[in-house]
């Protein structure tokens, strides 16, 4: 029996719940998940340039296994672009470190330990069907 999967710690939901391939409809293309361990991979050691132990050490993981997620998040992204699938990003065992919310007004993600008052002036939460002005819960 194989060891349960440790949790690992994401700074952010993305900004997008994914993406599919131009002039394309969704229904044609078919698609692949990106997890988030794996989308969280991709922006701390590509986007961000952390070197692995210092990415490893942010999403509370080993090197080696932030290797194995990465290698993983490569072919899944690869996949996507050589077959011209969508690409979601979606699932995993992860930990977010509370709720957070987008603005339905200028669409930037907060914690929910924040939504006083967003800076576009935006002080309207969200407690219906998503619609209008307000937050939308993300996780």
Not at 4 to 31: A, D, N, V
Not at 42 to 58: P, S
């Amino acid at each position: 029996m194989s060891r349960p999967k440790q949790c690992r710690r994401i700074q952010s939901p993305p900004l997008m719940s994914g993406f599919k391939p131009f002039g394309i409809p969704r229904s044609l293309t078919g698609e692949v998940t990106l997890q988030y361990d794996e989308y969280e991979a991709i922006r701390l050691l590509d986007y961000e340039g952390l070197l692995q132990e210092e990415a490893a050490e942010r999403m509370n993981v080993s090197r080696p296994t932030l290797t194995r997620i990465y290698a993983q998040a490569r072919k899944t992204v690869a996949q996507a672009f050589v077959e011209g699938k969508s690409l979601v990003i979606e699932g995993g065992n992860v930990d977010f470190g509370g709720k957070w919310y987008r603005c339905r007004r200028c669409n930037k993600l907060m914690e929910g330990n924040s939504i006083q008052q967003h800076p576009c002036g935006n002080r309207k939460r969200h407690r219906g069907r998503g619609r209008g002005e307000g937050f939308t819960p993300i996780i």
